[in-house]
């Protein structure tokens, strides 16, 4: 592994179904991010991590959980699906260590509920 | 409350100059960044400015003014690969980025 992984690379869901998104990074970075990208707007953030086994809410949380047991890995969970949650979802790390924090982002997830 | 304002769409000429404007306010200011990103693709990263300047890189600079919370991504002698959206996103008091929406930039042979 390279950077940052994420999987599924697409995914359509029945509503109402639970859904986890995984990231997995090898970076050792400290923080990580989840965001989603809909057609007109900014990166938004969902839920963010400072370091292992702790978490945050971001500025669209609802809907969403996470989880961040260890460093690598990030996981994004939709507990029951709903069709605005149709987007393509970021994750993202950055070293958080005092230094500028430039953030470094995996392929995406392009997420359909239908 | 914290917003990242920029163009939506620009379109250049091959081999010409074009800047792209960003003007932001956030709660607190620890730098703002600049990202490209491909359709289909994830952003990755362009620049950063934290202090009042021109940063070169290339073809690419960056400018930032505090005082005016003002900053443009400049590229000089374009390429069809620079075809692409430019995002522009601030850093916060809680080292959080808010992003903007994108600039779209079209480049035309």
């Known amino acids: 592994i390279a950077g940052i992984t994420q999987a599924p690379t697409s995914q359509i869901l029945a509503a109402g179904r639970r859904m986890t998104l995984r990231c997995t990074q090898d970076?050792?970075?400290?923080?990580m991010y989840w965001y989603r990208q809909d057609l007109g707007l900014g990166l938004r953030l969902i839920h963010y991590s400072n370091t292992a086994g702790t978490t945050g809410k971001g500025e669209v949380p609802d809907g969403y959980s996470v989880s961040r047991a260890n460093t690598d890995d990030f996981p994004l969970t939709l507990a029951s699906a709903v069709p605005s949650q149709t987007s393509v979802y970021f994750c993202?790390?950055?070293?958080?260590?005092?230094?500028?924090?430039?953030?470094?982002f995996g392929p995406g997830t392009r997420l359909t509920v239908l | 409350g914290q917003n990242i304002d920029q163009p939506t769409e620009m379109t250049a000429t091959e081999g010409a100059i074009v800047q792209i404007n960003c003007t932001y306010q956030t709660s607190g200011f620890n730098g703002l960044f600049w990202y490209q990103q491909h359709a289909g693709e994830a952003p990755t990263f362009l620049s950063y400015?934290?202090l009042d300047g021109l940063e070169e890189k290339g073809r690419f600079s960056s400018f930032l003014s505090r005082s005016k919370g003002y900053s443009y991504l400049l590229l000089k002698e374009l390429q069809m690969k620079d075809s692409a959206s430019y995002l522009c996103?601030?850093?916060?008091?809680?080292?959080?980025?808010?992003w903007g929406a994108g600039t779209k930039l079209i480049i035309k042979p």
């Open positions: 996103a601030g850093l916060d008091s809680n080292y959080q980025l808010i």
């Open positions: 993202a790390s950055s070293p958080r260590d005092g230094s500028y924090n430039e953030q470094f």
């Open positions: 400015n934290v």
């Open positions: 970076m050792r970075h400290n923080a």
